[in-house]
Nanobody
Framework: VQLQASGGGLVQAGGSLRLSCAAS????????MTWYRQAPGKERELVAG???????NYADSVKGRFTISRDNARNTVYLQMNSLKPEDTAVYYC??????????????WGQGTLVTVSS
């Protein structure tokens, strides 16, 4: 299973970006996909997650501004980020908990994608 994250970039405060994370490989089911971020000098923190029944959860700092969604047919999760703030600047990572066609559990990380929000 491979995870490919994309969509990061440079944006002005108040702007928007959409991140994508596509899971590829012999996937039977995706239990959960989660976005984390890590700012310079800080620990990695959870941003938003979505589980198999569609339930979502968000960090308090992004509630009302970020929306996580998924396309089951494409095994892809999205993070729509609106009203971006300089403090949202970080490397964003996706994490997935999947069941493969061999019914094995795989938990892994995609490569990070850098989001920079200028003031």
């Amino acid at each position: 299973v491979q995870l490919q994250a994309s969509g990061g970039g440079l944006v002005q405060a108040g702007g928007s970006l959409r991140l994508s994370c596509a899971a590829s490989g012999i996937i039977f089911n995706i239990n959960r996909m989660t976005w984390y971020r890590q700012a310079p000098g800080k620990e990695r923190e959870l941003v938003a997650g979505i589980i198999s029944d569609g339930s979502t959860n968000y960090a308090d700092s992004v509630k009302g501004r970020f929306t996580i969604s998924r396309d089951n047919a494409r095994n892809t999760v999205y993070l729509q980020m609106n009203s971006l703030k300089p403090e949202d600047t970080a490397v964003y990572y996706c994490n997935a908990d999947v069941i493969t066609l061999k019914r094995a559990q795989y938990i892994g990380w995609g490569q990070g994608t850098l989001v920079t929000v200028s003031s």
